[in-house]
């Protein structure tokens, strides 16, 4: 079955502090996401991976930054978090880069940052 | 680049009813359409797609209108069940190019 885990449910920081949210699949696919999800805005493509070390930006980069080391984990990087950097965080996976390719989400970390 | 507009915001109906969640997108060469269903604490699922050359799916009480000449498309669920209640998502996207989400749609289902 597949399946994409989330190293936090829930994190609480202060501003400033740099922070890492963890993602991991077991299901061997190429590309993997990192969104965030607010209230009225739906969500919102912060960064994508299509293969190890490798990144792209998405609709929201700023401020955030991503490392994937190894193709089944892809972190996503606070340097400074920000009040408003507090949000839900989804990471996802798909097998291709195809737009018709599944994706498959993580539970989602709800950071707090004070 | 795309973009996709998503109503209503809330939608409440009594169990029984039929649900209607309606999308617009404005990039006319986008040619997939997903619904994601996201219920509480989790992360949000694929429950349905449409695809460009297709005008309507079902898959038993969920069905997905497409009009590509308005450019929208609809999520339909009939014979709503509690167990329904959950935030929707559509989607829309293009060949290679990334999904680009709707806002959301909070379903509530009353018993």
């Known amino acids: 079955d597949v399946k994409v885990t989330q190293s936090s449910r829930y994190l609480v920081k202060r501003t400033g502090e740099k922070v890492f949210l963890e993602c991991v699949q077991d299901?061997?696919?190429?590309?993997m996401f990192w969104y965030r999800q607010d209230p009225g805005l739906g969500l919102r493509l912060i960064y994508f991976?299509?293969?190890?070390?490798?990144?792209e930006k998405g609709d929201i980069p700023e401020g955030y930054s991503v490392s994937r080391e190894k193709k089944e984990r892809f972190s996503l990087i606070l340097e400074s978090a920000s009040t408003n950097q507090t949000s839900m965080y989804l990471c996802a996976s798909s097998l291709t880069l195809a737009g018709t390719d599944t994706q498959y989400f993580g539970p989602g970390t709800r950071l707090t940052v004070l | 680049g795309e973009n996709v507009e998503q109503h209503p915001s809330t939608l409440s109906v009594q169990e029984g009813d039929s649900a209607v969640i309606k999308c617009t997108y404005s990039d006319s060469a986008s040619n997939y359409f997903p619904w994601y269903k996201q219920e509480l604490g989790k992360g949000p699922q694929l429950i349905i797609d449409?695809?460009?050359?297709?005008g309507e799916k079902k898959d038993q009480r969920i069905a997905v209108t497409l009009n590509k000449t308005a450019k929208h498309f609809s999520l339909h669920i009939t014979e709503t069940q509690p167990e329904d209640s959950a935030v929707y998502f559509c989607?829309?996207?293009?060949?290679?190019?990334?999904?680009?989400f709707g806002t959301g749609t909070r379903l509530l289902v009353s018993p």
């Open positions: 299901m061997d696919h190429e590309n």
């Open positions: 449409i695809r460009s050359n297709v």
């Open positions: 989607a829309a996207s293009k060949g290679f190019q990334k999904l680009v």
């Open positions: 991976s299509y293969d190890v070390k490798m990144k």
